[in-house]
Protein backbone atom coordinates (compact mmCIF):
# COMPACT_ATOMS: atom_id res chain seq x y z
CA UNK A 1 0.00 0.00 0.00
CA UNK A 2 1.43 3.22 -1.09
CA UNK A 3 1.20 6.63 1.16
CA UNK A 4 0.85 10.23 -0.45
CA UNK A 5 0.34 13.33 1.16
CA UNK A 6 -2.37 15.66 0.52
CA UNK A 7 -2.59 19.37 0.90
CA UNK A 8 -6.04 21.16 1.36
CA UNK A 9 -4.86 24.85 0.43
CA UNK A 10 -5.92 28.10 1.48
CA UNK A 11 -8.60 28.95 -1.14
CA UNK A 12 -10.53 25.09 0.05
CA UNK A 13 -10.20 26.19 3.60
CA UNK A 14 -12.02 29.62 2.93
CA UNK A 15 -14.51 28.45 0.13
CA UNK A 16 -15.59 25.71 2.37
CA UNK A 17 -14.39 22.83 0.67
CA UNK A 18 -12.85 20.28 3.73
CA UNK A 19 -15.27 17.67 3.86
CA UNK A 20 -16.33 17.28 -0.07
CA UNK A 21 -12.50 16.69 -0.52
CA UNK A 22 -11.77 14.07 2.08
CA UNK A 23 -15.44 12.65 0.95
CA UNK A 24 -14.02 12.23 -2.04
CA UNK A 25 -11.12 10.26 -1.25
CA UNK A 26 -13.19 7.91 1.27
CA UNK A 27 -15.83 7.61 -1.35
CA UNK A 28 -12.90 6.09 -3.27
CA UNK A 29 -12.13 3.79 -0.52
CA UNK A 30 -8.29 5.21 0.15
CA UNK A 31 -7.50 5.02 3.97
CA UNK A 32 -6.81 7.75 5.86
CA UNK A 33 -4.11 7.83 8.03
CA UNK A 34 -3.14 11.20 9.25
CA UNK A 35 -4.66 14.45 9.24
CA UNK A 36 -4.05 17.85 10.77
CA UNK A 37 -3.73 21.33 10.46
CA UNK A 38 -0.84 23.83 9.85
CA UNK A 39 0.46 27.03 9.09
CA UNK A 40 3.61 26.34 6.77
CA UNK A 41 6.68 28.36 7.96
CA UNK A 42 9.29 29.94 5.37
CA UNK A 43 11.74 27.36 5.62
CA UNK A 44 9.43 24.40 5.12
CA UNK A 45 7.37 26.01 2.25
CA UNK A 46 10.97 26.75 0.39
CA UNK A 47 11.43 22.96 1.01
CA UNK A 48 8.76 22.06 -0.34
CA UNK A 49 8.83 23.68 -3.83
CA UNK A 50 12.21 23.84 -3.80
CA UNK A 51 11.93 22.70 -7.63
CA UNK A 52 9.86 25.95 -8.10
CA UNK A 53 12.09 28.54 -6.62
CA UNK A 54 13.36 30.78 -8.89
CA UNK A 55 10.44 30.60 -11.39
CA UNK A 56 8.48 33.68 -11.36
CA UNK A 57 5.19 33.05 -9.51
CA UNK A 58 7.14 31.39 -6.62
CA UNK A 59 6.71 34.51 -4.33
CA UNK A 60 3.17 34.69 -4.96
CA UNK A 61 3.37 31.39 -4.47
CA UNK A 62 4.63 31.40 -0.91
CA UNK A 63 1.83 34.24 0.00
CA UNK A 64 -0.76 32.39 -1.26
CA UNK A 65 0.22 29.03 0.74
CA UNK A 66 0.64 31.04 3.90
CA UNK A 67 -2.47 32.70 3.86
CA UNK A 68 -4.22 30.92 6.11
CA UNK A 69 -3.99 27.75 7.76
CA UNK A 70 -3.91 24.52 5.71
CA UNK A 71 -5.34 20.94 6.11
CA UNK A 72 -2.88 17.98 5.49
CA UNK A 73 -3.53 14.40 5.31
CA UNK A 74 -2.00 11.31 4.36
CA UNK A 75 -3.98 8.68 3.01
CA UNK A 76 -2.81 5.21 2.18
CA UNK A 77 -3.86 2.86 -0.63
CA UNK A 78 -3.21 0.63 -3.42
CA UNK A 79 -1.41 2.86 -6.18
CA UNK A 80 -2.96 5.31 -4.11
CA UNK A 81 -0.23 8.30 -5.84
CA UNK A 82 -1.81 7.94 -8.91
CA UNK A 83 -5.25 6.73 -7.57
CA UNK A 84 -4.94 10.23 -5.57
CA UNK A 85 -3.72 12.51 -8.47
CA UNK A 86 -6.32 11.22 -10.55
CA UNK A 87 -8.98 12.49 -8.15
CA UNK A 88 -7.51 15.37 -7.72
CA UNK A 89 -7.11 16.37 -11.43
CA UNK A 90 -4.61 18.65 -13.56
CA UNK A 91 -2.66 21.30 -12.35
CA UNK A 92 -5.02 24.42 -14.08
CA UNK A 93 -8.66 23.83 -12.96
CA UNK A 94 -10.68 25.32 -15.94
CA UNK A 95 -8.29 22.42 -17.63
CA UNK A 96 -9.12 20.01 -15.48
CA UNK A 97 -11.51 17.27 -15.99
CA UNK A 98 -14.98 17.49 -15.02
CA UNK A 99 -14.95 14.93 -12.51
CA UNK A 100 -11.67 15.71 -10.72
CA UNK A 101 -12.00 17.97 -7.76
CA UNK A 102 -9.83 20.40 -9.53
CA UNK A 103 -12.26 20.29 -12.53
CA UNK A 104 -15.09 20.45 -10.51
CA UNK A 105 -14.56 23.47 -7.84
CA UNK A 106 -11.62 25.90 -9.59
CA UNK A 107 -10.26 27.58 -12.33
CA UNK A 108 -6.67 28.71 -11.31
CA UNK A 109 -3.43 27.24 -12.22
CA UNK A 110 -2.21 28.62 -8.64
CA UNK A 111 -5.19 28.63 -6.84
CA UNK A 112 -5.94 24.97 -7.35
CA UNK A 113 -7.64 24.02 -3.93
CA UNK A 114 -5.17 20.96 -3.36
CA UNK A 115 -1.55 19.45 -3.60
CA UNK A 116 -0.62 15.67 -4.04
CA UNK A 117 2.27 14.22 -3.89
CA UNK A 118 4.07 13.26 -7.27
CA UNK A 119 5.92 10.46 -6.83
CA UNK A 120 6.77 8.08 -4.00
CA UNK A 121 10.19 9.59 -3.50
CA UNK A 122 8.14 13.37 -3.48
CA UNK A 123 5.63 11.42 -0.92
CA UNK A 124 8.38 10.29 1.48
CA UNK A 125 9.99 13.68 1.77
CA UNK A 126 6.47 15.75 1.80
CA UNK A 127 5.24 13.22 5.38
CA UNK A 128 8.61 14.19 6.70
CA UNK A 129 8.51 17.73 6.41
CA UNK A 130 4.91 17.74 7.87
CA UNK A 131 4.54 15.14 10.13
CA UNK A 132 6.12 13.47 13.19
CA UNK A 133 6.32 9.67 12.99
CA UNK A 134 3.10 9.25 15.56
CA UNK A 135 1.10 11.46 13.47
CA UNK A 136 0.88 8.83 10.85
CA UNK A 137 -0.76 5.83 11.82
CA UNK A 138 -1.25 2.57 11.36
CA UNK A 139 -4.74 0.48 11.74
CA UNK A 140 -6.97 -2.44 10.65
CA UNK A 141 -9.69 -1.28 7.84
CA UNK A 142 -12.75 -3.09 8.66
CA UNK A 143 -13.68 -2.20 4.89
CA UNK A 144 -10.51 -2.99 3.25
CA UNK A 145 -11.81 -6.79 2.29
CA UNK A 146 -14.96 -4.93 0.47
CA UNK A 147 -12.52 -2.48 -1.15
CA UNK A 148 -10.22 -5.03 -2.71
CA UNK A 149 -9.49 -8.67 -2.88
CA UNK A 150 -7.25 -10.96 -0.92
CA UNK A 151 -5.24 -11.27 -3.70
CA UNK A 152 -4.80 -7.39 -4.04
CA UNK A 153 -3.76 -6.96 -0.55
CA UNK A 154 -1.38 -10.00 0.00
CA UNK A 155 1.64 -8.24 -0.44
P1 LIG B 1 0.90 22.08 -6.62
O1 LIG B 1 0.24 20.83 -7.05
O2 LIG B 1 0.96 22.32 -5.15
O3 LIG B 1 2.38 22.18 -7.18
C1 LIG B 1 3.06 23.38 -7.31
C2 LIG B 1 2.14 24.56 -7.23
O4 LIG B 1 2.64 25.73 -7.84
C3 LIG B 1 0.86 24.26 -7.99
O5 LIG B 1 0.12 23.30 -7.32
C4 LIG B 1 0.25 25.65 -8.11
O6 LIG B 1 -0.37 26.06 -6.90
C5 LIG B 1 1.52 26.46 -8.34
N1 LIG B 1 1.75 26.73 -9.77
C6 LIG B 1 2.14 25.85 -10.71
N2 LIG B 1 2.27 26.46 -11.91
C7 LIG B 1 1.95 27.75 -11.71
C8 LIG B 1 1.89 28.90 -12.54
N3 LIG B 1 2.22 28.82 -13.84
N4 LIG B 1 1.53 30.08 -12.02
C9 LIG B 1 1.24 30.16 -10.71
N5 LIG B 1 1.28 29.12 -9.86
C10 LIG B 1 1.62 27.92 -10.34
Redesign the pocket.
Known amino acids: MEKTVV?V?PDALQRGLVGEIIQRFERKGMKLVGIKMITFDDETLDEW?EH?KGKD?FA??KK?MTWTPIVVMVWQGLDGIATVRKIVGT?KGREAESGSIRGDFGMS????LI??SDSPESAKKEIKLIFDKDEVFEYESASECLIYSKEETKS
Open positions: LKYHFDLFTGQQNHA
